[in-house]
């Protein structure tokens, strides 16, 4: 029993055995408050006149699910195609954290309301986005020099890795029909002593996290170009932007 119990402690300071941590693309979208919560709860009003058209320059709500308002540099990303995009306002979602009276989960009326605050400000589409990360580290075979004290906090023996998609969908603020949805993916992955690989984890995830949503905001534009034009959507190759594995020195 206790050379058994020796071995497992061996192992985990090798870094053989190592943690995963995962999270929506917000920390704050987490349990039933989550990008596919306010999707799958879309209750689009009929009209005799058929689904919505889609027509650009949009004037476009962005909501980021768990968060008050999304990235500027999003919002910033977005207008910056103007005969695209011809204003891009940043608006909150539920969280977790807050006070639902008690809800477990997003619900119709909340999807509701998002809408009619979008309404509010002049925007006549809504673009309500979310998605999840993950990450894990692994042993190299330096791993061994981590019983020493200078090893451990100089010698990268550990791997980083972190991966996450993203995806959003395009909705009409008054009768809540999606248009159209996109999506991406990356990846990354760094070396780190392993006393320092917390630190080196929270800035990948972070590095990550803006990866993600500057190519998200890239796809939708994408998409709303080749409505513009199909031959520039044929051009551009397949939906989504896959991120090349990164590495820090």
Not at 27 to 32: G, K, T
Not at 86 to 109: I, K, M
Request: glycine share 10%; hydrophobic share 40%; charged share 20%.
């Amino acid at each position: 029993m206790k050379t058994t119990v020796q071995c497992a402690v061996a192992l985990a300071v090798l870094g053989l055995i190592t943690g995963c941590e995962t999270s929506g693309l917000s920390r704050r979208e987490q349990a039933n408050v989550t990008y596919p919560s306010y999707i799958l709860n879309l209750r689009p009003k009929s009209s005799p006149a058929g689904p919505p058209k889609l027509t650009t320059p949009l004037r476009l709500a962005v909501v980021q699910v768990g968060e008050p308002a999304p990235p500027k540099a999003m919002l910033e990303q977005l207008q910056a195609e103007s005969a695209l995009v011809a204003s891009a306002v940043g608006l909150p979602s539920w969280s977790e954290t807050q006070s639902r009276s008690n809800q477990t989960e997003v619900d119709f009326e909340e999807v509701q309301a998002i809408g009619r605050l979008a309404q509010s400000v002049g925007a006549d589409h809504m673009f309500i986005f979310g998605g999840n990360m993950g990450s894990w580290s692994d042993g190299n075979a330096l791993r061994f020099l981590d019983l020493t004290l200078v090893g451990a906090v100089m010698v990268p023996s550990a791997k980083i890795h972190a991966e996450g998609k993203a995806a959003g969908t395009l909705i009409d603020s008054v009768t809540g029909e999606p248009l159209l949805l996109v999506s991406v993916d990356a990846k990354r992955s760094v070396h780190s002593p392993t006393q320092l690989a917390d630190g080196k984890s929270e800035t990948l995830r972070a590095a990550l996290r803006d990866e993600l949503t500057g190519a998200l905001a890239n796809e939708l534009l994408r998409t709303l170009a080749g409505r513009k034009d199909p031959a520039a959507a044929s051009g551009a190759g397949g939906q989504g932007l896959r991120g090349e594995e990164g590495s820090s020195h």
